[in-house]
């Protein structure tokens, strides 16, 4: 909702010329088509940490997942032989096979395609992997559905709290959240207001009392 609102907010050149509205996206969906996505990197900057799938997910990548899914349940009927049956599939990456599994994937891949339609996080993107530097990150990494142990777990508060806590304890993000086009607030974070900007301690807090919130549902 808050991408959205930024993306509307300045639309046609922005509701009032004088107020630039910045929007932090955590762990933003896909509500924008690829140009519109990225027309908002001035305003908007969305984070994504570890394997959380809601960045990835709109009908398209579902789409595709499914028939990826299909394709594995019944091969014979997508032109495949049995090497790609999903039990066989499964013990190759139990014997740690990455070659056999990155050319079925490649396979499977082109045969599916891609669906039309496709959406993605508003603005430019900041992938997370904790332990790891945080990095601007293009459309090609929330571009599918990837089935992970951790895809479900990775979208709750928590992990964001985590995350931005070790962006903090690390000295902040080494790259800036905005682009220089984007007006000069007076610190280099802001959430979504025209308020004044908040720290990343404020950020934490915030984050810590939605994963309070979330954890009594």
């Not at 609102?5 to 088509?33: I, K």
């Not at 669906?115 to 990150?137: C, N, Q, S, V, W």
């Amino acid at each position: 909702v808050a991408a959205l609102l930024t993306a509307l907010w300045h639309e046609g050149g922005g509701r009032l010329s004088a107020t630039e509205v910045r929007c932090l996206a955590l762990a933003c969906p896909q509500v924008l088509d690829a140009s519109l996505a990225l027309a908002q990197a001035e305003h908007t900057t969305s984070l994504v940490v570890g394997d959380d799938c809601v960045p990835c997910l709109s009908l398209a990548s579902c789409f595709d997942l499914r028939d990826a899914l299909v394709s594995l349940a019944d091969p014979a009927s997508r032109g495949l032989d049995s090497s790609f049956e999903a039990a066989r599939v499964l013990e190759a990456a139990q014997a740690g096979d990455n070659a056999s599994l990155a050319e079925k994937y490649r396979t499977i891949r082109q045969l599916v395609g891609s669906a039309p339609d496709r959406l993605f996080p508003a603005g430019r993107i900041i992938k997370h992997h904790m332990g790891e530097t945080p990095r601007y990150a293009n459309h090609s990494v929330v571009d599918e559905m990837v089935v992970h142990i951790d895809m479900v777990a990775g979208h709750m508060p928590r992990r964001y709290l985590a995350s931005v806590q070790e962006i903090e304890a690390a000295g902040r993000c080494s790259e800036p959240l905005w682009s220089d086009s984007s007006t000069a607030l007076s610190s280099g974070l802001a959430l979504a207001t025209s308020l004044p900007s908040f720290s990343m301690e404020d950020i934490a807090a915030a984050v810590a009392a939605a994963a309070v919130e979330n954890s009594k549902l």
